[in-house]
C-alpha cells in the first residue's frame, strides 16, 4: 500500500473507535490514556549522530547477553537480573546510563504530536527525559511531571508519569525480574494510579512490541488484577501480527492496531515504525470531532471563496444551503460570544455584497434569504435595518403556507420586527409594526408559546424604557417561559421595581434548575450558557444576603465552551473605552425610547460595516440574561454605564435612562456631573416636559410603594433611595419651568417630606433640592404664594425648615395669622429655643412683615419680662448674633452688645475654627456697638498678621493624605483670617493705618497669597491707601494684578477694591488707569473675570462715575460678551468657565438695562438683550431685569458659617 491511505487498512474502524473516545470523552464518560514504550523514543529522538539510534529491549538485551556470554534469546528480564546478581546493582545503572545517554537526544515533531492530543494521562516505562523534555514547549495541554509516587497528590490531569524510573534522577531504575516481582508492593501508590486509569479510560500503547518485555508484564497484571473491569487497550505499531499472535492478544483485552501493510515497503526497520507512528498520530489529529461550542459560520464563507475563485456569480441555493447549515448548527448561546458576533457581522456584509438582489429573487427563496439574515442580525442585536427592509419583513411576517418558511419562522421574524421597534421613531409606521405584529404572535401562540411570553417581556420593556414602573408591575407576572432564563427574566424586572426578595428566589429556582439539566446533559451550550450567568447572579445575591455560605462564581469555568459572562462585560468595556479613546461617533443615534433615531434615508442603502453601539450592546446584554444593575457591589458595571453616558452625547433621555440605574447614593454625583445647569438648559423643552412627566410619575408611584411598604425596614431604605433620587433630578429641571410649574413642585416637595418616614440623608438632601430649584424659577415678588404653606411646614427633628426670604407685603389672610402666632407661641424662653422658628421669622421681620403685637409677643416669648440674657444663652448653647440683633429686646439692648462683645474679645486671639467663626460674624456685623476697645483690635492684628500654620498640631482627624488635609486646613484658615484682617482694618483709627501696620499685612498677604483666593484680601489695602498717597502706586500695582488672575474671585476682590476706594473719593482721578483698565477687559471681550468685574462697572455707572466714551465701549462690546456666552451650543459644558456663562449673561442684562435707563436714545441691541434674556432657559436670565431671581439657600438646619469646615 505505496500510497499509504490509513483508512484502507484491516483495523482503521478501531483507529476510528479511539478517535471517538479521544475527541469526545464527555459524551463517552471517559476518555483516552497512552502508556509510552521505548519504541517511540526510537523513533521519535534525534541526536547529531546520525548513525546512532535510541536502544530498545533488544539493544539492552543483546549488550547485556554480549558481557555475560549468554544467549541472545534468553528472557531479557532474566539477562538483567543475572547482570545485577553479578556485577552488582550499580554497575547495571551505569551500564542503562551510558547506553540510553540521555543528554544527547532531543525530542522530534513526533513528540509534539503526541502531546498535543487530548490524553487524560500520558504514562511510560522509558527512562529517558523526552517527553519531559517536549512538554515544556506544549501549552495546550500543560502537563504535570510525575517522577515519583509522592508526586501523584500535588500534581494534575494529564500528567506525565515515569511508572520506572528516570535516568540521573530515580535512585531505582525498573529492569530486573525481581524489580517486576516486587513492584506492585514496592510502588503500590502507582500500582493504584495504573488500576484507575485502566478503569476509568481506554488505553492506547505505543512504542511497544507484542514481545516487549513491559508491555508483557502490565498486560499480564491488567489480566490478574483487573480481570474484565479494564477498558478496552488498543496496541499501535507496525506490529506484523500473525493470526494466532493477534488471536492471542484479543485473548488479552488488547485490539491491535496493526499498521505493518501501511510502511510494508520500507525496508528500513526504524524508519518503517517512525512512518507507522506518523500516520497514526496525524490521523488522530485529523479525526478530531469539532466540538460544539467551536462553532464557525464558516459555510457560506466557503461559497464565496468558491466563487470567487472561478469568477462565477453565485448560485443562490448553494448560499441558501450554507446559511442554513451555519444556522442549525449555531449552538444556542444565551449571549453569541464576542469573536462570533463579529463574524456574523463580516457574513452579513458579504450577504449584501455578493447578494445584491435579494428581492428580485423568486418569493419563496427570498423570504427564506431574509429570515437567514433576520436570525444573524439578531443574535447580533442589530435593529437599526433599513425603513424599506421592514417593510417587507412586515408583509411576510403572516404565517402563509406558500412563503417557504414554517410558521415558527414567521413568528421569529414577527417578533424580530417588534423588538426594532424601540429603536426607530415613533410614528404611524411604528405604530403599525406594533400592531400588527403583537396581533401575529397572540393568534399563533399555539404554535409557538415563547413568542407570546417575548411579546409579554417586550412591552414591559418598553414601560421600562419610559419607566413606567406601574406598567411594569403590572405585567411582570405574564412572564411565564418554560426556558429558565425567563426566571432571571422576571428577576431581572422585579429588581427594577425594587422587589428584591421575589427576585433573588426566582434567581435561585433558575440556577438549581439550569445545574440539574445540565448534570443530566453536559454538552448542551443552551443550558450552560444561561447556567453561567444565573451562576453569577446567585453569587451576587448571595453576597446581598450575607449568606453564611455564599456561591463562589469563577468565569474561568466557563470559558472553554465561550459561556463566560465575564468575557461579554470586558469585550463591552473595552469597547467602550476604545470608544471614548477615539471619539468615536456611532453609527445611529442611541437611545432606548420611541424618537431616538431619525432614518430618513428614502433609498435602500447598506452600510459596509455594522456597528452595534455600546449602549445597545448593553441593553440587550441586560435584557436577555437578566443583569439588574440594582444590586448592590456591581462597581465594575455601574463604572460600564458611566461610560456610557459619557459616550453618549446628544441624546439626553438617554442619559438620563443610563443614569438613573445608579440609585447607590454615592454614585449620584455622575448624574449632577452630566445634568448640570448648562446641559439642561440646552435641552428642548420637548425633553424637559419628557424627563420632568417621568419624574413625576416615578416619584408619585415610588411613594405610593413606601407607603404601601411602610414597616418593612428590609425595603424602605431601597425605596427610598429610589424616590430621592428621581426627586433630585425633578429638581434640577425646576430650571425649565414656568413659576406656575415650579409653585407645584415646592408644594409636592412640602408634602413629601411631610410623611413620617425614617430619616434618610439622602432624602433630607433631595427634598431641599426642590425646595431651592423651584423658589428659583419663581419670581420672588410671588414667593409669599408659598409663605403659609412654609410657614405651617410642621417643626420636627429633622433637619429641613423651609424658609421664604422674600415674603412680599403683608396682606390680610386668616391662615397666614394662625401660622405665625402659632409659630410664635413655640418660642419660650424658659426652655430651649427652636431656632428652626427663629429662622423662619426672621425674613419676616427682616421685611418688617411682622405686626406691631405680632413682634411685641415674640420678644416677650424669647426673653421674658426680666430676661437674663446670659442664661439665655448657655441654655441654648448658640451663638447668634441675628438672634439678638435682628429681635432685640425692648430695653437694655446695651446688655446684649456687651455681652456678644465678651464671648469673644475677652480672650486671646486663636486660629481654633470655632473661635475664627464666632469673630467673624461679630466682625460682619460692623456695628459701632459691637466695636471692641483699639488694644483688642491691634492685638488681633497683630496675631493674624503674623499668623503661622502648625502642620504638627493640625494633623490630627485626617480622613485624606497628610500633604491634601495640611493645604485644605492652611487654605480654610486663611480665607477666614483674610475676612477678619479686613474688616478688623475697618475698625483702625487714621493713626493705626500707618506704614508699619500696612507692611504688616503686606507680608501676610505676599506669604499665603498661593492660598489667599477669597474675598476681602486687596481690599484690606484700601483704608490705608486712603490714609496715606504715597501708597498708591503700590496698591494700585497690587489690584492690576488681581485684575490679570485666572482666580475669578481674585479679580473679583481686585474689582471691588477699585469701588470702594472710589467711594471714599471726591476726586477719582488716581483710580482712572483702574477704571480704564475695567473698561479695556469688557472692550477685549475677555471672559475670564468678567462674571465679577461687570456689576463692579454697574455699581460704577449708576454713581455716574463712567465717561461718554466708556459707556460707549460698554454699549459696543455688551451684546458681544452676552452671545459669546451663549450655552446652548456648547459641547463641553463641565469646565468652571462654562459653568459662569449664566451669571455672565444675567450681569449683562442688568447692566444694558442701567444702561438704556440712563439714555434718552434706544438702542436695539442692548433692547435685544433684554427681549431674549426674558424667554431664556435659565431662571437667573429671565429674572435678571427685574431683578427677581432667588440666590439659593439653605433650607436645611441652622447652619453656622463655617460649619462645612469642621
Not at 54 to 83: C, F, S, V
Not at 946 to 970: A, C, H, P, R, T
Not at 1014 to 1037: A, C, G, H
Not at 1164 to 1189: G, M
Request: hydrophobic share 40%.
Amino acid at each position: 500500500m505505496t500510497e499509504r491511505d490509513i483508512t484502507k487498512i484491516t483495523d482503521y474502524p478501531l483507529i476510528q473507535k479511539l478517535a471517538q473516545a479521544l475527541w469526545q470523552s464527555e459524551d463517552y464518560g471517559h476518555g483516552v490514556a497512552i502508556m509510552v514504550g521505548a519504541g517511540f523514543s526510537r523513533s521519535a529522538a534525534t541526536t547529531q549522530d546520525i548513525n546512532k539510534k535510541m536502544p530498545i529491549w533488544a539493544n539492552l538485551a543483546k549488550k547485556i547477553a554480549e558481557e555475560l556470554g549468554e544467549e541472545e534469546h534468553t528472557d531479557a528480564l532474566r539477562l538483567a537480573q543475572m547482570y545485577q546478581d553479578y556485577f552488582g546493582k550499580q554497575t547495571l545503572y551505569d551500564l542503562l546510563k551510558n547506553e540510553i545517554d540521555d543528554e544527547i537526544w532531543q525530542p522530534a515533531e513526533l513528540y509534539q504530536q503526541l502531546l498535543t492530543l487530548p490524553w487524560t494521562e500520558v504514562l511510560t516505562t522509558n527512562w529517558d527525559t523526552l517527553l519531559e523534555r517536549a512538554a515544556r514547549d506544549i501549552h495546550e495541554p500543560i502537563y504535570d511531571i510525575v517522577n515519583k509516587q509522592e508526586d501523584l497528590a500535588c500534581c494534575h490531569s494529564p500528567r506525565i508519569v515515569k511508572l520506572h524510573g528516570t535516568i540521573n534522577l530515580s535512585s531505582d531504575l525498573i529492569f530486573t525480574q525481581e524489580d517486576y516481582r516486587h513492584y506492585p508492593k514496592k510502588y503500590g501508590i502507582f500500582v493504584n494510579f495504573v488500576r484507575q486509569v485502566f478503569v476509568e479510560n481506554e488505553l492506547c500503547l505505543i512504542g511497544f512490541s507484542g514481545d516487549d518485555p513491559n508491555f508483557l508484564q502490565w498486560i499480564g497484571w491488567v489480566r490478574d488484577n483487573l480481570q474484565s473491569n479494564a477498558r478496552r487497550i488498543y496496541l499501535v505499531g507496525a506490529l506484523n501480527l500473525s493470526s494466532a499472535k493477534r488471536k492471542y492478544l484479543e485473548s488479552l483485552n488488547v485490539a491491535p492496531i496493526d499498521l505493518f501493510e501501511l510502511v510494508a515497503d520500507i525496508d528500513n526497520r526504524d524508519l518503517k515504525h517512525k512512518t507507522a507512528i506518523e500516520l497514526f498520530l496525524t490521523q488522530l489529529s485529523n479525526l478530531e470531532v469539532k466540538k460544539v461550542w467551536d462553532w464557525l459560520p464558516k459555510q457560506f464563507d466557503e461559497i464565496i471563496k468558491l466563487y470567487s475563485r472561478n469568477q462565477g456569480e453565485i448560485k443562490i441555493d448553494e448560499a441558501l444551503s450554507a446559511l442554513r447549515k451555519d444556522r442549525e448548527s449555531y449552538p444556542e448561546w444565551i449571549i453569541c460570544p464576542n469573536p462570533l458576533r463579529v463574524y456574523v457581522e463580516m457574513q452579513i456584509n458579504k450577504f449584501w455584497f455578493f447578494i445584491p438582489d435579494i428581492f428580485k429573487q423568486q418569493v419563496n427563496i427570498r423570504n427564506q434569504l431574509l429570515y437567514e439574515l433576520v436570525w444573524r442580525y439578531g443574535i447580533i442585536f442589530n435593529f437599526n435595518i433599513n425603513k424599506n427592509i421592514r417593510t417587507i419583513l412586515l408583509e411576510i411576517c403572516e404565517p402563509d403556507v406558500n412563503s417557504g418558511l414554517s410558521v415558527k419562522q414567521h413568528l421569529e421574524i414577527a417578533l424580530y420586527l417588534l423588538k426594532c421597534t424601540r429603536f426607530i421613531k415613533e410614528d404611524s409606521d411604528q405604530q403599525e409594526i406594533i400592531d400588527k405584529t403583537a396581533r401575529i404572535l397572540r393568534e399563533n401562540s399555539r404554535y409557538w408559546s415563547e413568542g407570546l411570553v417575548e411579546l409579554y417581556y417586550h412591552q414591559i420593556l418598553v414601560a421600562r424604557d419610559k419607566l413606567n414602573y406601574p406598567l411594569m408591575e403590572e405585567l411582570v407576572n405574564t412572564i411565564q417561559g418554560v426556558d429558565p432564563i425567563w426566571k432571571l427574566r422576571k428577576a431581572f424586572i422585579l429588581s427594577e421595581i425594587a422587589c428584591y426578595e421575589e427576585s433573588i428566589g426566582l434567581i435561585d429556582e433558575a440556577y438549581t434548575e439550569l445545574v440539574l439539566g445540565y448534570r443530566n446533559n453536559r454538552n448542551s451550550i443552551f443550558i450552560l450558557s444561561r447556567l453561567a450567568w444565573a451562576h453569577m447572579l446567585k453569587s451576587i445575591t448571595d453576597r446581598v444576603q450575607h449568606k453564611h455560605k455564599t456561591l463562589i462564581f469563577s468565569g474561568s469555568k466557563y470559558s472553554q465552551q465561550n459561556c463566560n459572562p465575564y468575557d461579554i462585560i470586558d469585550y463591552l468595556e473595552a469597547k467602550l473605552s476604545e470608544s471614548i479613546k477615539y471619539k468615536k461617533q456611532p453609527t445611529y443615534v442611541e437611545s432606548f425610547d420611541s424618537g431616538k433615531i431619525i432614518e430618513n434615508s428614502p433609498t435602500l442603502k447598506f452600510n459596509s460595516v455594522i456597528e452595534i453601539p455600546p449602549a445597545i450592546l448593553f441593553d440587550n446584554i441586560c435584557n436577555i440574561v437578566g443583569l439588574s444593575i440594582q444590586w448592590p457591589n456591581l462597581i465594575y458595571i455601574k463604572k460600564i454605564l458611566i461610560d456610557m453616558v459619557n459616550l453618549v452625547e446628544t441624546n439626553y433621555w438617554m442619559k438620563f435612562f443610563l443614569l438613573i440605574k445608579i440609585s447607590d447614593n454615592s454614585e449620584f454625583e455622575q448624574l449632577e456631573k452630566i445634568y448640570n445647569r448648562i446641559t439642561i438648559a440646552q435641552l428642548t423643552y420637548d425633553e424637559v416636559d419628557k424627563i420632568v412627566k417621568c419624574c413625576s410619575e416615578a416619584v408619585e408611584y415610588w411613594k405610593n410603594k413606601i407607603i404601601k411598604e411602610y414597616g418593612n425596614n428590609n425595603k424602605i431604605e431601597y425605596l427610598i433611595n429610589y424616590l430621592s433620587n428621581f426627586i433630585k433630578i425633578l429638581a434640577r429641571f425646576q430650571l425649565r419651568l414656568s413659576s406656575e410649574e415650579a409653585k407645584k413642585y415646592y408644594r409636592l416637595a412640602l408634602d413629601l417630606y411631610k410623611n413620617n418616614w425614617p430619616f434618610y440623608m439622602i432624602f433630607e438632601n433631595s427634598i431641599s433640592d426642590l425646595l431651592n430649584y423651584s423658589l428659583q424659577s419663581i419670581p420672588t415678588k410671588q414667593h409669599h404664594e408659598l409663605l403659609t404653606e412654609a410657614l405651617q411646614f410642621p417643626i420636627n427633628n429633622k433637619l429641613l425648615n423651609p424658609i421664604i426670604q422674600h415674603p412680599g407685603k403683608r396682606k390680610a389672610d386668616n391662615q397666614l395669622d394662625y401660622a405665625i402666632n402659632e409659630l410664635i407661641k413655640y418660642i419660650n424662653y424658659s426652655s430651649r429655643i427652636n431656632l428652626k422658628i427663629v429662622d423662619r421669622i426672621l425674613p419676616l421681620i427682616n421685611n418688617k412683615f411682622l405686626y406691631e403685637n405680632e413682634e411685641k409677643q415674640l420678644i416677650l416669648n424669647l426673653y421674658g419680662k426680666n430676661p437674663d440674657y446670659q442664661d439665655l444663652l448657655h441654655h441654648n448653647n448658640i451663638f447668634c448674633p441675628d438672634f439678638f440683633l435682628k429681635i432685640p429686646p425692648r430695653k437694655n439692648i446695651e446688655q446684649v452688645y456687651s455681652l456678644i462683645i465678651d464671648m469673644v474679645f475677652t480672650v486671646p486671639p486663636s486660629d481654633d475654627l470655632d473661635f475664627l467663626e464666632k469673630l467673624l460674624i461679630i466682625l460682619l456685623w460692623q456695628k459701632k456697638e459691637l466695636k471692641p476697645d483699639i488694644k483688642i483690635i491691634i492685638e488681633y492684628f497683630d496675631y493674624f498678621t503674623g499668623w503661622e500654620y502648625d502642620e504638627q498640631q493640625n494633623k490630627e482627624k485626617m480622613l485624606i493624605s497628610v500633604s491634601e488635609f495640611v493645604n485644605l486646613k492652611k487654605k480654610i484658615k486663611l480665607e477666614c483670617i483674610g475676612c477678619i484682617l479686613y474688616y478688623l482694618v475697618q475698625y483702625f483709627p487714621k493713626e493705626y493705618l500707618n506704614k508699619d501696620n500696612f507692611e504688616k499685612f503686606y507680608s501676610f498677604y505676599i506669604e499665603n497669597n498661593g492660598f489667599l483666593e477669597k474675598y476681602y484680601t486687596i481690599r484690606t489695602f484700601v483704608p490705608f491707601v486712603l490714609n496715606n498717597s504715597q501708597l498708591d502706586k503700590e496698591v494700585i500695582d497690587i489690584i492690576k494684578m488681581g485684575l490679570r488672575s485666572k482666580n475669578e474671585l481674585v479679580v473679583c476682590d481686585a474689582a471691588k477694591a477699585i469701588l470702594e476706594w472710589g467711594n471714599k473719593l471726591s476726586d477719582r482721578i488716581v483710580i482712572r488707569p483702574l477704571i480704564n483698565k475695567l473698561i479695556n477687559h469688557v472692550e477685549s471681550v475677555k471672559l475670564v473675570g468678567i462674571v465679577n468685574i461687570l456689576p463692579v462697572i454697574n455699581e460704577m455707572l449708576n454713581q455716574g462715575w463712567l465717561t461718554n466714551d466708556d459707556i460707549n465701549i460698554l454699549i459696543e462690546n455688551l451684546p458681544e460678551i452676552y452671545n459669546e456666552c451663549d450655552y446652548r451650543y456648547i459641547t463641553d459644558n463641565n469646565t468652571i468657565e462654562i459653568s459662569l456663562f449664566p451669571t455672565i449673561r444675567a450681569r449683562c442684562v442688568k447692566l444694558a438695562r442701567d444702561i438704556l435707563k440712563r439714555s434718552n436714545q434706544l438702542n436695539l441691541d442692548l433692547q435685544d438683550i433684554l427681549e431674549e434674556a426674558k424667554n431664556d432657559a435659565l431662571p437667573e436670565v429671565r429674572f435678571a431685569e427685574t431683578d427677581e431671581f432667588y440666590e439659593q439657600a439653605n433650607p436645611l438646619k441652622h447652619i453656622n458659617l463655617l460649619g462645612h469646615i469642621h
